[in-house]
């Protein structure tokens, strides 16, 4: 989403002159980590400071990292909390739930109505709704309880029936079921026009870093 926002006239002035300057994989790159493996860090007791140093000395192996964790609605306070006292800036909470929920609502229903089981229906209709409806919500539930319900043909009654977009289909605030196949429809859609104000304090923030740690750009 870097290159489709320097492209876009959404892209501020101090930004505007990066574009075709940088590289990823030479200026930058990103590395994918499940929320979970931020458990090796060893937060289960009450000495969290003491356990992030002996444990990984997070500050060295994190010098030249920009972290970035879902807010997962405000869950391990203290974890945030001790990662940040050794980050600093360079850890990045996100302002929704899960990445995911950067998404805009544009994006969202393209990538729904790609899937097989909606797109041979051909033309239907998916209500409007805004980033704020869906910005503390799992994007599982949300798309499950909110939109799948009122999806219609155009011009016909009848609703129509899918599979569910929740992993954990007991679960009241479930992520999305398939994470990787839905990342593969979801990203075809993104474009200059409908980059969320959400994702774009994102990559502003990770334009900063990539600023800071290359003067030379």
């Given amino acids: 989403m870097i290159d489709t926002y320097l492209k876009s006239n959404k892209s501020k002035n101090k930004y505007r002159s990066l574009n075709n300057k940088i590289k990823e994989g030479q200026h930058y790159i990103f590395v994918y980590s499940t929320g979970d493996n931020i458990v090796h860090l060893d937060f289960e007791n009450n000495n969290l400071l003491d356990n992030i140093s002996s444990k990984v000395p997070v500050k060295f192996l994190c010098g030249k990292a920009m972290v970035i964790i879902d807010d997962d609605n405000n869950k391990n306070t203290d974890r945030k909390k001790a990662l940040k006292e050794k980050l600093k800036f360079n850890l990045l909470v996100l302002n929704v739930t899960e990445v995911e929920n950067l998404l805009s609502p544009d994006v969202i229903i393209k990538t729904i109505k790609d899937y097989p089981s909606i797109k041979k229906h051909q033309m239907i209709s998916i209500p409007e709704f805004k980033q704020e409806d869906y910005k503390y919500i799992k994007l599982g539930t949300y798309i ?43 990203t075809m859609h993104i474009n200059e026009s409908n980059l969320s104000t ?20």
């Fill in 198 to 217: 959400e994702s774009i304090r994102v990559i502003e923030s990770i334009l900063d870093f990539i600023i800071k740690n290359n003067p030379n750009i």
């Fill in 144 to 186: 499950d309880d909110n939109l799948l319900p009122k999806l219609k043909k155009i011009n016909k009654k009848e609703t129509i029936k899918t599979k569910s977009f929740k992993k954990d289909k007991t679960s009241t605030n479930s992520t999305i079921n398939n994470k990787v196949e839905f990342c593969e429809y979801a």
